[in-house]
């Protein structure tokens, strides 16, 4: 069962929740996968999403990969949910920790996976912590890259977004980006309080 730890509604009038859980239960209209350039799902999340979706979502990533080539960070891919609650995902290329430029290419791949989102008219989106995985970029810098980025987007974008989560695994994962959560947002009342 996905938990709610923070929400806060943003002057957009965006929600923004911090969950607890696992990105493949998510009912958003699409869900973020943490992909490779080529879409090769075979391990971390993206291993976990073909397993629940169906290898469909595999063979749809396989034909963008043939239609348009490698995804960069700031344009990432999509395919359909497969058997997922999502009616879409959305593949975005975090950076490999160690490869130059990371925070960039973070912030790049989270606000293209928003961009996407709002091209597709999608109402809610679920985000995973991405490049924190087998990608081994560390979770407080990364948690303070994605909040920082998805507060800017959802406040400087017009978007036909209203939900947006970001829904993380494990229990190290989830303390890291409730503390940023706490420094980006200090000042804004939480939604959960009203």
């Known amino acids: 069962m996905n938990a709610v730890v923070e929400e806060v509604s943003l002057p957009s009038g965006v929600l923004l929740q911090l969950v607890q859980g696992d990105i493949t239960l998510e009912k958003t209209d699409a869900i973020v996968n943490a992909a490779n350039r080529y879409l090769q799902h075979g391990g971390g999340l ?91 970029f560390p979770k407080q810098r990364a948690a303070g890259v994605i909040l920082t980025t998805l507060r800017a987007y959802l406040s400087q974008h017009l978007t036909s977004l209203r939900l947006v989560r970001l829904v993380l695994y494990d229990a190290e994962t989830v303390t890291a980006f409730h503390n940023a959560w706490r420094e980006i947002f200090s000042g804004v009342s939480s939604a959960l309080e009203t």
């Not at 997922?84 to 130059?100: N, Q, R, S, T």
């Not at 961009?115 to 597709?120: D, F, G, K, N, W």
């Open 46 to 136: 993206a291993w976990a999403i073909v397993q629940r979706g169906g290898d469909v979502i595999q063979d749809e990533s396989d034909a963008w990969i043939e239609k348009y080539g490698p995804v960069s960070h700031e344009s990432p891919a999509w395919t359909s949910g497969g058997g997922l609650a999502a009616k879409y995902v959305i593949h975005a290329v975090g950076p490999i920790w160690g490869e130059g430029d990371e925070d960039a290419k973070l912030m790049m791949a989270t606000a293209g996976a928003l961009r996407v989102a709002s091209e597709l008219q999608l109402t809610s989106l679920s985000l995973p912590a991405i490049s924190t995985g087998i990608f081994g």
